[in-house]
């Protein structure tokens, strides 16, 4: 019986050695923030009825919505924490927390928020069978000693069954001091250490996300997919980026095709839609990349 690769490729739907995308498509949570904020319950069968199958998620929505998460059938793999919770630098991040709740309108981290250890919040992650932990963002007064908090941590969590992972932003592409961050990472870090590759980001700091993946093969755990603008800045800095920067996946300048046939190589586990920003209901753009991601082709 003929394939459907085949018969698509024959039919000329796609070109020869072209697959259709295939692999279960996730989210990370805070691409639909604001609709969490006012209807979770809604937000969750609306992902689910789109085709979300995975999440990342950070340790507030499993508590606070952990039966929407499980009532509507997703899989939590990742999940981010606060880097001071492997670093201690606990006042820098309530502070860049902050600045970051007001430049979003968001409310704010309370002065007397939770200081959670890393085995709190491996028993919470261990409670929804969440694969890894990861960092987000590290601040810049926690950089220089990131990689041994970084590699103690990932130690402890294998103990408990449980891996760690690092996302990229832009400051990591800067070799204006020196030997660039990621490079460092990727030399110095436990191998068991994954890398959570932000496709715009990557692109923003300069880099080509195709390298990048060769590079760290075997190793890169996940993908955050979201789109460059054709005018977006290169700079190795974040928090200047204008949010027409952001696009949906298959509606800026990356090249899709190239970039998962690379990730297919590289052995990416997990493809999760991570929009920064979007222009009015994020529901529909997140329905916007998905549409994208099905009718894609994969260069085999």
Same mark, same amino acid.
């Given at each position: 019986m003929m394939n459907r690769r085949l018969f698509l490729a024959l039919a000329g #739907?796609?070109? %020869?050695?072209?697959?259709?995308?295939?692999?279960?498509?996730? @989210? +990370?949570?805070? =691409?639909?923030?604001?609709?969490?904020?006012?209807?979770p319950e809604g937000t969750y069968k609306a992902l689910r009825s789109l085709g979300i199958q995975e999440l990342e998620v950070r340790p507030n929505q499993l508590e606070?919505?952990?039966?929407?998460?499980?009532?509507?059938?997703?899989?939590?793999?990742?999940?981010?924490?606060?880097?001071?919770?492997?670093?201690?630098?606990?006042?820098g991040s309530l502070a860049m927390q902050r600045a970051?709740?007001?430049?979003?309108?968001?409310?704010?981290?309370?002065?007397?928020?939770?200081?959670?250890?890393?085995?709190?919040?491996?028993?919470?992650?261990?409670?929804?069978?969440?694969?890894?932990?990861?960092? #987000?963002?590290? %601040?810049?007064?926690?950089?220089?000693?990131?990689?041994?908090? @970084? +590699?103690?941590? =990932?130690?402890?969590?294998?103990?408990?069954?449980?891996?760690?992972?690092y996302h990229n932003h832009a400051w990591e592409f800067d070799a204006s001091?020196?030997?660039?961050?990621?490079d460092r990472l990727h030399k110095e870090a436990d191998p068991r250490v994954k890398l959570e590759l932000d496709l715009f980001w990557a692109t923003i700091g300069g880099d080509d996300p195709v390298r990048l993946m060769?590079?760290?093969?075997?190793?890169?755990?996940?993908?955050h997919m979201k789109d460059v603008a054709t005018n977006a800045p290169r700079q190795k800095t974040e928090m200047s980026i204008p949010p027409t920067a952001f696009k949906e996946i298959g509606a800026g300048i990356l090249d899709w095709p190239r970039i998962l046939s690379a990730a297919a190589k590289a052995g990416v586990e997990h493809y999760l839609i991570e929009q920064d920003y979007t222009e009015g209901d994020p529901i529909d753009s997140v329905r916007r990349s998905i549409a994208f991601l099905k009718k894609v082709d994969v260069r085999g």
């Open positions: #739907s796609l070109p %020869l050695g072209a697959a259709p995308f295939a692999k279960p498509i996730g @989210i +990370n949570l805070y =691409t639909v923030r604001t609709s969490l904020a006012k209807d606070e919505h952990g039966r929407f998460i499980r009532q509507n059938a997703l899989k939590p793999v990742h999940m981010f924490l606060d880097s001071a919770v492997i670093t201690g630098d606990w006042e970051m709740a007001k430049r979003m309108n968001l409310p704010g981290p309370k002065a007397d928020a939770p200081r959670p250890t890393l085995a709190d919040m491996a028993q919470l992650a261990k409670q929804f069978d969440i694969e890894r932990l990861g960092i #987000s963002y590290l %601040l810049p007064g926690e950089r220089a000693d990131a990689i041994r908090h @970084i +590699n103690r941590a =990932t130690d402890e969590l294998a103990k408990l069954g449980l891996g760690f992972y001091n020196g030997e660039r961050f990621l060769e590079t760290w093969k075997g190793r890169v755990a996940s993908l």
